[in-house]
């Protein structure tokens, strides 16, 4: 039972474009999602976030929609650079639990 | 300030082995988890820790992997026998708080043949 789905495998865009990936979501009790970026032979580090009661938060230039009724996240990047190439995670967790629910994983390549 | 840090971070055994992976959270974080990343998949919450309490264990196969944070600081994940389907990379991470934001460690790549 995949609860946190990101259906795009890859997603590839010219440096200065904006990159734009998607995140779906299947429980209604999520209150809390985020978005990690992860590198070869690294950990995930932690991107940005944003609580169910809010549908937008920005930092910088990563900005990130929430549409609860669609149960849909997106995050925006933009301009995109070459060093925003990784794989990038959304996540879900509910309550006071901080237990995280993660996609699958989107790879993002920006070409020069 | 130091990250979390794991080892080994490379490790290849048989089916039916037994093996052990280390993590040594950030100071001061008093929750720790650990995950699995099977290749092509999201990290997968196996355990996590409360200082030196289970806090949620539903999705560790408890026939096989224990956990434990004897002193609430660093950890380890055992794995005994292994199968060919743990082959995956194991993520440890911590946090301040149960709320906080998780801070992630390089992980260990391990390979069962």
């Known amino acids: 039972d995949q609860q946190v789905k990101q259906n795009s495998p890859s997603l590839s865009v010219q440096e200065g474009r904006i990159s734009i990936l998607n995140c779906d979501y299947t429980?209604?009790?999520?209150?809390?999602f985020l978005w990690y970026k992860k590198y070869p032979a690294e950990g995930p580090t932690f991107l940005i976030s944003i609580s169910s009661i809010k549908d937008k938060n920005e930092d910088g230039r990563f900005t990130v929609f929430l549409n609860k009724s669609a149960k849909h996240l997106s995050l925006h990047i933009v301009p995109s650079q070459p060093g925003d190439s990784a794989v990038y995670f959304c996540a879900a967790s509910f309550g006071n639990t901080g237990k995280l629910i993660f996609g699958q994983g989107t790879t993002l390549q920006v070409k020069p | 300030e130091a990250g979390v840090a794991q080892s080994p971070r490379y490790k290849i055994i048989e089916k039916r082995q037994s093996v052990a992976f280390w993590c040594n959270p950030i100071?001061?974080?008093?929750?720790l988890y650990w995950y699995q990343q099977i290749l092509g998949q999201g990290p997968k919450l196996l355990i996590q820790f409360q200082n030196n309490g289970v806090v949620d264990d539903s999705q560790l196969p408890k026939d096989r992997f224990s956990a434990e944070r004897l002193k609430g600081v660093d950890s380890t994940l055992k794995i005994q026998p292994a199968k060919l389907e743990d082959s995956a990379v194991y993520l440890c991470?911590?946090?301040?708080?149960?709320?906080?934001?998780?801070?992630f460690g390089p992980g260990t790549r391990l390979l069962v043949l």
């Open positions: 991470a911590s946090s301040f708080g149960l709320q906080e934001t998780q801070y």
């Open positions: 100071s001061g974080h008093a929750t």
């Open positions: 429980n209604s009790m999520f209150d809390y």
